[in-house]
C-alpha cells in the first residue's frame, strides 16, 4: 500500500507542476496592440532589431502596437516597439508630398517626458525628431523653453515617401547613459506626444487629446518598455518539451517506485513461507 501512495504522490506532485507552469504562463502580462483606455497607452516587444530604412514594412512591424490618427490629409498610423535596448517609434503620415527644402520639412517630432507622472514637460525632458532623408535630432528642453541638442546623438532615422504616405522611422536608445536622455528599464512609462510638420508648420499632433504647446502630459499617450515574453511562451517547442520532461520524470519515480516494492514483496514472502 505505502508503494501505491508513492505512486500517487509522485504523480500528484507532477501534475501539479505542470499546472504550476500553466498557470504562470497563462498569468504572464501580456500587453495588448493598443490597450483600451481614454488615454493611448502603446506597449509591444520586438525580438527581432528594426531597419531604419524609411520604409515601414508591414512584417518588419508586425510586433508593434498601433494606433491610426485622423490627419491633415487622411489616416495615419503610429507605431511602437522595443527590444532589449531601443525603443522604436514609426509614422506613416498620408500627405500629398514629401517636403525636403529647408525651412518647408515634412518631419516629425517626438516629445518624451519621464517619469510619466501626468506633470509638465518640463527642463531635461527629452525631444527626438526625424527630417528627411536620415537627419535624426535628439535634443533636450531647457530651463528657458528652448531646445538644446545633446552633445551626444544617441539614434538614428529615416524617411521615404511610399504612394499616398511619409514613412518615418526612428531608432532611440530608452536608456543610453547619456544624462541628456531618457532613462528608462523595462516596465517603466513615459509620457509621449508626435508632433507632425507638414511643409514646415505644424500641422497634427498625436494624441488629438492635445496640441503641440500644451506642456501638460495628462493628455499625452503613454508608452511602457515591454519586457520579453517567458521563454516558454515565445517558444511552443520548449513548453512541449517541459511537459514531456516532467511526464518522463513521473514515469521513472513510478517505475522505481514499483521496482521497490516488487523487491519488498520478494524479501517477504521466503520469510512468512519459513514461519509456517
Keep these: ?16 507542476f505542470i499546472l504550476m507552469i500553466i498557470l504562470s504562463i497563462t498569468n504572464t502580462n501580456l500587453t495588448p496592440a493598443v490597450a483600451q483606455q481614454s488615454r493611448v497607452t502603446l ?11 524609411g520604409k515601414i514594412d508591414d512584417s518588419e512591424w508586425a510586433a508593434a502596437a498601433k494606433s491610426d ?18 525603443l522604436y517609434i ?29 506633470g509638465q514637460f518640463k527642463a531635461g525632458d527629452d525631444s527626438i525628431g526625424c527630417q528627411p532623408p536620415r537627419t535624426f ?48 528599464k523595462f ?5 509621449f506626444r508626435v508632433i507632425i510638420f507638414d511643409d514646415g508648420k ?13 506642456p501638460n502630459t495628462d493628455k499625452w499617450g503613454s508608452i511602457r518598455i515591454a519586457s520579453a515574453p517567458a521563454a516558454l511562451l515565445s517558444n511552443p517547442l520548449l513548453l512541449v518539451g ?21 523487491k519488498a514483496q520478494q524479501t517477504q514472502e521466503p520469510e512468512l513461507g519459513s514461519g509456517t
Design 69 to 86: 490618427v485622423d490627419t491633415l490629409y487622411g489616416r495615419s498610423t503610429v507605431y511602437i516597439m522595443n527590444d532589449a535596448r531601443n
Design 137 to 184: 535630432d535628439d535634443a533636450f528642453l531647457t530651463s528657458d523653453g528652448s531646445f538644446l541638442s545633446d552633445s551626444s546623438v544617441d539614434g538614428e532615422c529615416a524617411v521615404t515617401r511610399i504612394g499616398d504616405f511619409n514613412h518615418f522611422e526612428l531608432r532611440h536608445p530608452f536608456n543610453s547613459g547619456d544624462q541628456q536622455d531618457i532613462a528608462l
Design 242 to 262: 517541459a511537459i514531456v520532461v516532467v511526464i518522463g520524470w513521473v514515469g521513472w519515480i513510478a517505475y522505481m517506485f514499483r521496482q521497490r516494492g516488487k
Design 90 to 118: 514609426a509614422v506613416k503620415v498620408r500627405d500629398n508630398n514629401l517636403g525636403d527644402t529647408i525651412g518647408k520639412f515634412d518631419q516629425i517630432v517626438v516629445d518624451l517626458h519621464a517619469p510619466d507622472d501626468n
Design 187 to 191: 516596465g517603466d512609462s513615459v509620457a
Design 43 to 53: 506597449s509591444a516587444w520586438t525580438s527581432g532589431e528594426a531597419t531604419i530604412d
Design 202 to 214: 505644424v500641422a497634427d499632433v498625436f494624441p488629438k487629446t492635445t496640441d503641440s504647446r500644451n
Design 1 to 16: 500500500m505505502s508503494g501505491n501512495r508513492s505512486i500517487k504522490s509522485a504523480r500528484i506532485l507532477a501534475l501539479s
